[in-house]
């Protein structure tokens, strides 16, 4: 079943999802280097190549990425956007130095990942030679987070190599899912299933049937006391938009409603990887408490708890903001639903049609403090006295043509 789900994401392009920035686990050729390597049986010897060799060739490939100048204007607004005020402090005569550095070693930092994953990854998978490679910290945290017995929930976020980070713990015995874009890493899916990573697709809007499946294997995994990881800093258009870096933002909410219907502990966790050296540090940190009193029901309590995440990931980004490897993405987070364009229609239809967007944005959006059920009342009543124009103004629209047309 889940192949057929896995074929069926496939058949979406990489443009389906709104930008390809990101999607070199989707192209073949990838797939078969890593064919290819371990045939040969070459990655005994792969993984051994210098970490600072490695670096060296991602800086020439991240000068040809960084040189295109229409791919680099919304990474500078995001830039500008979310670490603007503190270039400005630090560093004021020399701004754009600055950004061209930020853009210039994240580049350098996303091709690492890939030589990680096709170089490395599949040694890993074979040998399990996690300690030569692995310094882990706050392990304790994790197991008695499991000794709960209702499996946890790993919050963390696409900063470094987070795709080793959803593997260390499978290669390490621990029964570890994450939910993951299919499409996006088909031609790794392999590679990552053989730490014994159990990948559980990303629910979509359009999908019944994935969602379907998504939702029962992620409720199975966390009964049966098992790790699913969530990455909260990015979401496509079909999530509750939530206050992330002063803008409202598309926010998986999963993590909160996961942890109130399992009475599951949310454990932080987090990679970073050595520039010169192949070494990775992964801190685990206590557990993260939800507030669970003084909402008016589950829904304000979710949609809260999920603002206070957005702003503890904040911090950690903004600390790590040169490996945050959604920066090239971030622009469509960001993006708000779309409001009611014009098509020629009557100035009174678009106002009228413009309310029941908001309405609809009430529901989907969240703001710490703001006061939805006035705003509701205020556009109903709005809509009420539209709703009297537009009958008064089709009333007359009428009298006038049939008017016009006696008068001929």
């Not at 061209?100 to 070693?105: F, G, M, Q, V």
């Not at 696409?158 to 499409?183: R, S």
């Not at 014994?196 to 994935?210: M, R």
Request: glycine content about 2%; charged content about 25%.
């Amino acid at each position: 079943m889940f192949y057929d789900l896995r074929k069926l994401l496939v058949m979406r392009t990489v443009k389906d999802h709104y930008n390809d920035t990101f999607y070199m686990f989707s192209v073949r050729l990838v797939k078969s280097f890593i064919n290819i390597f371990s045939k040969l049986k070459l990655y005994p010897f792969l993984s051994k190549i210098p970490r600072s060799v490695l670096y060296t060739i991602s800086q020439g490939v991240s000068h040809v990425i960084a040189g295109d100048e229409e791919y680099k204007t919304p990474i500078f607004e995001t830039i500008d956007n979310l670490m603007g005020y503190y270039i400005d402090k630090k560093y004021p005569n020399r701004k754009q130095h600055v950004k061209d550095r930020i853009l210039y070693h994240n580049f350098i930092w996303m091709n690492l990942i890939v030589f990680d994953v096709v170089l490395l990854l599949p040694f890993l998978n074979k040998y399990r030679r996690v300690k030569d490679y692995f310094e882990i910290s706050g392990l304790k945290h994790l197991k008695d987070a499991l000794k709960k017995g209702n499996g946890v929930l790993i919050l963390s976020a696409h900063l470094d190599n987070y795709l080793f980070l959803f593997c260390i713990f499978a290669l390490m015995g621990y029964k570890t899912n994450a939910i993951m874009e299919i499409p996006s890493f088909i031609s790794i899916i392999d590679t990552l299933e053989g730490s014994g990573l159990n990948i559980i697709p990303s629910p979509q809007p359009h999908y019944k049937k994935l969602n379907k499946f998504a939702k029962s294997k992620i409720d199975e995994a966390l009964n049966n006391n098992e790790i699913v990881v969530i990455l909260q800093d990015f979401a496509h258009p079909h999530y509750t938009m939530i206050e992330f870096f002063n803008e409202l933002a598309y926010t998986p909410v999963g993590v909160v409603s996961l942890a109130l219907k399992h009475n599951t502990p949310i454990i932080p966790a987090f990679i970073e990887s050595s520039k010169n050296e192949t070494h990775y540090r992964v801190e685990i940190e206590p557990e993260h408490k939800l507030k669970i009193e003084g909402f008016k029901n589950k829904k304000e309590t979710i949609l809260y708890n999920s603002y206070i995440i957005n702003k503890y990931l904040e911090k950690r980004i903004r600390d790590n903001f040169i490996y945050w490897m959604i920066l090239p993405l971030y622009h469509i987070r960001k993006k708000s639903l779309s409001i009611i364009k014009d098509n020629g229609k009557l100035a009174i239809n678009n106002i009228y049609e413009s309310i029941e967007f908001y309405k609809t944005y009430l529901m989907k959006s969240y703001e710490i403090n703001r006061n939805d059920e006035r705003i509701l009342e205020i556009l109903v009543s709005v809509k009420e006295k539209i709703e009297v124009l537009k009958t008064e103004q089709l009333e007359k629209k009428k009298k006038f043509s049939l008017d016009n047309y006696r008068n001929k």
